[in-house]
C-alpha cells in the first residue's frame, strides 16, 4: 500500500471514528437502535457546504452541522420518549424525512465546494503537497477533542445517569433520574458527532451529496463491534478508544481488501466497495464468537 493510499484510508478511518462514538453512544450507552444516523451524516455535510458557500467560517459551520445533526437525534428521541413510538422505527421516520430536508437545504442533490475555505486551508500548502498527510492531522485532532470531551461527560453525574438509563432505565428512574430528558440528550451528542463526521467528509471530498450517507450506520457498527472485540475494557476510556481504533482498522481493511492484487485478478473493484463492506461486517458480527470459540479450545 502506498504512503497515499494509508493516509487516505487513515483519514477515512478517523472520519468515521467521529461516527462511531456516535453510534457508541445510542447503541452501546443508551441501549436505543438508532438508524438516524444515515440522515444526519448527510445532513452536517449538506449545513456546512451551504454555509461555507454563503460566506460563513468553516469552524463556525461545523459547529453548525453539529447542531443541525443534534436536532435530528433530539426529534428521534422525542418521537419515542413523547410520542411513544419504537426506537427503531422512530429513528427509520427520521431518516427518511432527512433525505427530503437534506435536498431542501442543498437545493439540489449534490453541491461542489472546489476553492471554498475549509478547516483544512490553513494548514496546507499553496500546492497541495502536503495535504495527504495535513487533514488527516487536523481530523485527528478533533476525534482527540471528541473522545475526551466524552470520556470527561461519562464521569460527570449526567453521563453516570446515562449510563445506568441505557444499563436499566427502570432502576434508574427509581434513583430519581430523568430517563426521558437523559435520552434526548443522549441522541443529541449521538447525532451531533456523527453530523461532525458528515462535515468533515464533505470537505475531504470537494463537495456535499444527498446519498453519502447510504450505510453510515452499518459501518459505524462495525467500528464499535471490532474496537470491542481487540480491545474488550469496561472503562469508559478504552472503550472510547477501542472504538476509534475499530473505525481505523475498518477502514484500513477494506483499502487493502480493494487494493488487493488477488481481489483484483478474479474481478473484485472499487465498484464492489459495499459488496467488501458487507462481508466485513458479517466477520465483525462472528468475531466475537470465534474469540469465545478459540478461548474454550485453548482451555
Wanted: proline residues 3%; aromatic residues 10%.
Amino acid at each position: 500500500m502506498s504512503a497515499i493510499a494509508f493516509f487516505g484510508a487513515l483519514e477515512s478511518g478517523l472520519i468515521y471514528a467521529l461516527v462511531a462514538l456516535g453510534v457508541l453512544m445510542s447503541f452501546r450507552i443508551l441501549d436505543f437502535p438508532d438508524l438516524t444516523a444515515d440522515g444526519s451524516f448527510p445532513l452536517g455535510g449538506a449545513v456546512f457546504a451551504v454555509c461555507v458557500i454563503n460566506g460563513v467560517n468553516p469552524w463556525l459551520s461545523c459547529a453548525a452541522a453539529v447542531g443541525a445533526g443534534a436536532i435530528a437525534g433530539m426529534l428521534t428521541a422525542w418521537l419515542y420518549v413523547s410520542l411513544r413510538i419504537l426506537q427503531l422505527l422512530a429513528s427509520i421516520l427520521v431518516m427518511v424525512a432527512l433525505y427530503s430536508v437534506n435536498l431542501r437545504i442543498m437545493g439540489a442533490p449534490n453541491l461542489p465546494l472546489i476553492g471554498e475555505e475549509t478547516v483544512f486551508t490553513p494548514f496546507v500548502a499553496a500546492d497541495y503537497s502536503n495535504q495527504f498527510w495535513v487533514q488527516p492531522l487536523v481530523i485527528l485532532a478533533f476525534v482527540v477533542l471528541a473522545k475526551l470531551l466524552l470520556d470527561w461527560f461519562f464521569s460527570t453525574e449526567i453521563g453516570l445517569s446515562m449510563r445506568a438509563t441505557g444499563a436499566n432505565a427502570c432502576m434508574a428512574r427509581a434513583q430519581g433520574v430523568g430517563t426521558s430528558l437523559i435520552i434526548v440528550l443522549g441522541m443529541a451528542i449521538s447525532n451531533g458527532l456523527i453530523a461532525l463526521g458528515g462535515a468533515l467528509f464533505v470537505q475531504t471530498q470537494g463537495g456535499a451529496d444527498v446519498s453519502i450517507g447510504i450505510g453510515t450506520i452499518v459501518i459505524g457498527l462495525a467500528a464499535v463491534i471490532i474496537g470491542e472485540t481487540l480491545i474488550p475494557a469496561k472503562r469508559m476510556i478504552f472503550i472510547t478508544l477501542a472504538v476509534i481504533v475499530g473505525a481505523v482498522l475498518y477502514r484500513w481493511f477494506i483499502a487493502v481488501a480493494l487494493g488487493s492484487d488477488t481481489l483484483r485478478s478474479i474481478g473484485f473493484g472499487p465498484q464492489d466497495l459495499n459488496l467488501v463492506t458487507a462481508v466485513l461486517v458479517v466477520l465483525a458480527l462472528r468475531l466475537p464468537y470465534i474469540k469465545r470459540y478459540f478461548k474454550r479450545r485453548a482451555a
